[in-house]
């Protein structure tokens, strides 16, 4: 405490009188901002509060389905946590959320050896008939090889996917729309094989559609252990028989938010550079990595800076989003906000926290709405110039790799509308081991990673509300906000 004590109150004698950065203009932005840039990463590396943040939302609140108590219990809280930090215009942004739950269920191999098996459903597959449904199992690790088994070979039988991991982005497909391919042959019901890096009998759960051409039949995830056991038994030729009961149904709609907090600029209060992770997480684990981390870097990054007294030309807005696990309806409701009210087009950029707890590595740059446009990659190239100059100031806690291709879910409607985005980089070794898992806890995060993660939110989100051009330059005329 005593050495954040001297941290602030050092910050607070140079941040009195005009910022040092008023008189610098023409230097770059390293230099410009080098020594608020220090006192920010040794405030974070001192500040236990980020900690603390997270410690109370995992273990008295835990995870956070949208449409449940925990979740609505959360967005209390952090509003609550943003108040107290100071942060001025905390408010809360009414938002319908779907209400999924999943309710009882289990699995269970019948032959050739009869045997329970760690299993979750799939959010928003729909339940079993209330005796559950029995059935021969039919494995494949593509769907080529479903297409090739056709209608005779899948009628009337569980469809597993076998697939091995081959990363996230390749992988998550078979959750997203294994479902339905597999109805539209007459399938059963789904088994998936978990889309996790690692696994010690732990299933992972996430996020599947139904196409509107096609049944609607239950899905759930398996362990990778009992996946790969049942596909090597089917590949082999022995008949595999599982009996499947699921409760889960989907209800009405729900009430929830996204929770919003500022410091309001001091010279052009109307422009906005918004920061933020999303409060929600799914039914299982406590939500640590996904994302309570994200969320609760972004709330401590704007309370970090409101301490130091630092407060930049524009406006900062950290934005807690609702509903990302299963709907996207909170990054859809802002985006919808922002627009009708002008608001949109007086965003400088959007900065998401969604990559897990683990050391930070830098930022990621995405620029959709330039994509195929005149004057796109000198527009990117100059983006990205300013970004690494900024990257320089967070070398001493290996924070500082900047890299085309970023942003993020919850900002991805805003960043199709012009907005620039960049997504906080981890180092992403151990993320998919836990996530979407009972095992997405909070003793998987070093408290140390928090502060660093702190630490170049702060300064990243600092300095582009601070600079004195845009990361990317607009031919608007500025409006007031009417808010």
């Known amino acids: 405490m005593r050495v954040l004590r001297t941290v602030l109150a050092g910050s607070l004698a140079m941040l009195l009188s005009a910022p040092a950065a008023e008189a610098q203009e023409g230097l770059p932005l390293e230099e410009r901002y080098r ?19 997270l410690e109370y939302l995992c273990d008295r609140i835990g995870h956070r389905l949208s449409g449940s108590g925990g979740l609505e219990q959360a967005v209390a809280w952090a509003a609550e946590q943003m108040r107290a930090d100071g942060l001025e215009n905390v408010r809360l942004q009414p938002v319908k959320v779907p209400h999924w739950v999943r309710g009882q269920e289990s699995t269970e191999m019948l032959e050739p050896v009869r045997k329970p098996l760690a299993m979750l459903a799939l959010g928003g597959s ?36 076998d697939v091995p991991w081959q990363g996230y ?16 042959l007459g399938a059963v019901a789904v088994l998936l094989r978990s889309v996790a890096s690692y696994s010690l009998n732990t299933p992972h759960t996430g996020a599947m559609n139904y196409a509107e051409d096609a049944p609607k039949i239950p899905a759930a995830a398996l362990s990778v252990e009992d996946a790969a056991w049942m596909g090597r038994l089917a590949r082999a030729g022995v008949e595999v028989k599982v009996r499947l009961k699921m409760e889960a149904q989907m209800l009405p709609d729900a009430d929830s938010a996204n929770v919003i907090g500022e410091i309001v600029g001091r010279e052009k209060p109307e422009e906005v550079v918004v920061i933020g992770g999303h409060i929600d997480s799914w039914d299982v684990g406590q939500g640590a990595h996904d994302d309570g981390a994200g969320a609760v870097v972004s709330m401590q990054a704007l309370a970090l800076l409101k301490r130091l007294g630092l407060r930049p030309r524009r406006t900062l807005r950290v934005v807690l989003w609702t509903n990302e696990e299963n709907g996207l309806r909170g990054g859809a409701a802002y985006r919808d906000q922002v627009k009708e009210s002008g608001e949109l087009e007086r965003h400088v950029a959007a900065i998401e926290a969604d990559s897990g707890g683990e050391p930070p590595a830098g930022f990621g740059l995405g620029l959709p709405a330039l994509r195929d446009k005149p004057g796109e990659e000198a ?9 690494r100059q900024i990257g320089r100031l967070l070398e001493g806690i290996q924070a500082g790799d900047i890299r085309d291709g970023g942003g993020g879910a919850d900002i991805g409607p805003i960043m199709r509308e012009g907005v620039p985005g960049l997504g906080l980089r981890t180092a992403g070794e151990r ?47 500025p409006r007031m906000n009417t808010d």
């Open 169 to 184: 982005g390749r992988t998550v497909v078979y959750r997203g729309r294994g479902a339905s391919a597999a109805a539209k």
């Open 431 to 477: 993320y998919f081991h836990w996530h979407h898992s009972n095992a997405d806890t909070l003793d998987k995060v070093n408290p140390e990673d928090i502060q660093k993660q702190v630490a170049a939110m702060a300064v990243m989100a600092y300095v582009l509300a601070d600079m004195p051009g845009r990361l990317v330059e607009r031919d608007l005329e």
């Open 379 to 387: 527009a990117k190239q100059r983006a990205l110039g300013l970004l």
């Open 126 to 161: 729909v339940g079993t008939p209330p005796e559950g449904l029995t059935a021969s199992v039919v494995a494949v690790q593509s769907f080529d090889e479903l297409e090739a088994l056709g209608w005779e070979k899948v009628e009337g039988r569980i469809v597993l996917y």
């Open 35 to 53: 020594e608020a840039a220090e006192r920010i990463v040794a405030a974070a590396r001192a500040d236990e509060g980020g900690w603390a943040k």
